[in-house]
Nanobody, 125 residues
Framework: QVQLAESGGGLVQTGGSLRLSCAPS????????MAWFRQAPGKEREFVAA????????DYADSVKGRFTISRDNAKNMVNLQMNSLKPEDTAVYFC??????????????????WGQGTQVTVSS
């Protein structure tokens, strides 16, 4: 099993920045891809960004491309999501996810085996 511990999030004004972090523990050697998803009230969970744990290749949703950056911190064994130029529509609960079922970055919720508890991001206008 893999456990995911998220940190970061909070309240920020439009145009501000926040950084989310996710630290996996347990059977981390089984992880191929890590990702961030988000879910706003009344909406389905949607893909934000993903990174291949070994090769470092990344993928982004069109809505965050150019504003968000996903990265690995090998020394601390965690994944970060740097969010810049935040907009009110970025307001959501953000979830860290990991999978050992697929080798390459993937945008589908169902491909991810492990999930964090979620952290709230609120962008005020």
């Amino acid at each position: 099993q893999v456990q995911l511990a998220e940190s970061g999030g909070g309240l920020v004004q439009t145009g501000g920045s926040l950084r989310l972090s996710c630290a996996p523990s347990g059977r981390t050697f089984s992880i191929y891809v890590m990702a961030w998803f988000r879910q706003a009230p009344g909406k389905e969970r949607e893909f934000v960004a993903a990174i291949n744990w070994t090769g470092g290749s990344t993928d982004y949703a069109d809505s965050v491309k150019g504003r968000f950056t996903i990265s690995r911190d090998n020394a601390k064994n965690m994944v970060n999501l740097q969010m810049n130029s935040l907009k009110p529509e970025d307001t959501a609960v953000y979830f860290c996810a990991a999978t050992g079922s697929v080798y390459y970055t993937n945008r589908h919720v169902g491909k991810y085996d492990y999930w964090g508890q979620g952290t709230q991001v609120t962008v005020s206008s």
